[in-house]
């Protein structure tokens, strides 16, 4: 065996080594890239309550929810989505620079199996003026399957007055 042989044994032989320490590191970044993602969009969740105090509470009766609709969707990652969407209506004399909204799905039993809390209007971005009205929707990710099919129970748990 000549020495060029020897060498190119050797280089061969390197290649599935060199191609696995590259699959790690691949995969290695590829979780990187997930976890910073999730922990990032946990952050852009974890928004501040809005309050809740004794005239939004008031007030609260004032806003009304129209027009809900569902429906549901699946991805090609076979990952189901609901979307409740409707029209948010301000029938009082205030405007209302803030809205925080919680959703409840119920199981047949009426037992609350979903509770999500939404910013329907986000502070200092939007608001909705005395006697206007607002399409929202909003997207959930994992409603159980135990859901009675029924539309949320949705409240009023957040706002600001102007």
Known sequence: MSSEENIERKEGSQFPAAFAIGAVIVLILAAGAVLISRSIRTAAVAEVSLPFGAPEQAYAPQIHFQNIQMARSTNMLNQEFTYVGGTLSNDGDRTVGGLEATFEFHDPFNQVILRETRQLIVPKTQSLARGGQEPFQIV???????????????????????
């Open 140 to 162: 959930l990710e994992h409603v159980p399957a135990e859901w009675n099919q029924q539309n949320p129970t949705i409240r009023v748990t957040g706002l600001v007055l102007q």
